[in-house]
């Protein structure tokens, strides 16, 4: 069936007026960083987010996040400090409990946002999920570098792209989390993927991957998450000298239901001892603990910038 490409038009229509200077990006003041993708799902945007504000913090810089706050009911500008996932969004209070010392604000308005920030004090602001939105100055324009060779590469709704792969070329370097990732014609840095350990929420306790593996070395696990990329979390289990059976997938962003719960509990194969799931689905499983057959696991991740990167980073504050 012919679908009338109202979005594609758009994006054309919006990239000419930028790229032609008919339509000019706001300065807010201090320099900025974006960190965004071509394609819809999952990429690594907000490992890469919390990495990159890491280093910036290290530095002593005073550091603001904004984001939009995917799936969160509220649409108000929030500054995010111990409320609720539902108020705020996922990933928002995933970097909240990562990155205590940041200034977060989620804002369905980027440049509004932005000048709420500055007017907090911050020194730099890094801008989640920013790539398609021109109209925001950025200092630094990064996109990941997903695996893309087996997707569809054409524009929404024929495809997976936000925008054209040629549209790469507004970005100042490329991040890839494997060099099989796409090449997209532009400077590219490859950082590290890391494994911390394991959060057991049950007990409020953290394993190191060391001490995990050797505690449940004979125990078979499941995999339960609903993030962008299930694939890559099932390959990174699978990599580790875990017990694995099957994965329960559900949307990103999926708000858990009790349905949901008992339907993955009646599921469980007779041999699984516990469920594997990453910090992000840990953020909206953790109400429904206790409804829950068996142990669940939050499975640390985070990248580890290259020194290349570090360099890049530190050209924008000397």
């Keep these: 069936m012919y679908i009338f490409p109202i979005y594609t038009i758009y994006v054309y229509i919006k990239n000419f007026l930028y790229d032609s200077s ?57 500054v995010v400090e111990n409320q609720s996932w539902r108020e705020v969004g996922d990933e928002p209070a995933l970097m909240k409990n990562k990155l205590p010392k940041a200034i977060i604000l989620v804002s369905p308005n980027k440049n509004r946002g932005a000048k709420k920030l500055v007017a907090l ?20 324009n990064i996109l990941m570098l997903n695996d893309l060779t087996s997707k569809k590469l054409k524009i929404a709704p024929y495809g997976i792209l936000r925008e054209p792969l040629s549209s790469a070329k507004r970005a100042s370097w490329g991040i890839k989390t494997s060099p099989k ?64 059976l099957k994965s329960n997938t559900y949307e990103d962003h999926h708000r858990f239901k009790l349905s949901d719960i008992k339907a993955v509990n009646a599921s469980l194969d007779k041999n699984t001892s516990g469920l594997l799931c990453t910090e992000k689905d840990l953020i909206r499983l953790e109400e429904f603990l206790d409804h829950i057959k068996v142990p669940i696991f939050a499975v640390c991740q985070e990248y580890i910038l290259s020194e290349p990167v570090k360099e890049e980073l530190k050209n924008l504050i000397i």
């Excluded at 004090?121 to 630094?140: K, N």
């Design 181 to 244: 990732n796409i090449n997209c014609g532009i400077k590219e840095h490859l950082i590290e993927q890391k494994i911390s350990g394991f959060i057991d929420p049950q007990n409020r306790s953290f394993f190191s991957i060391n001490d995990f593996i050797k505690n449940h070395r004979d125990l078979s696990f499941e995999i339960l998450t609903s993030i962008g990329s299930p694939e890559k979390f099932e390959a990174t289990v699978r990599s580790m000298e875990i017990n694995f």
């Design 121 to 140: 004090g911050v020194d730099l602001i890094i801008l989640d999920d920013a790539f398609q939105y021109r109209a925001l100055h950025r200092d630094i």
């Design 22 to 78: 008919i339509l000019v990006p706001q300065k807010v003041g201090v320099k900025i960083v974006s960190v965004g993708n071509l394609s819809f799902g999952g990429s690594g945007k907000t490992p890469s987010v919390i990495a990159v504000s890491k280093y910036f913090l290290d530095t002593g810089l005073k550091v603001g996040i904004l984001s939009r706050g995917y799936g969160r009911y509220s649409k108000n500008d929030l």
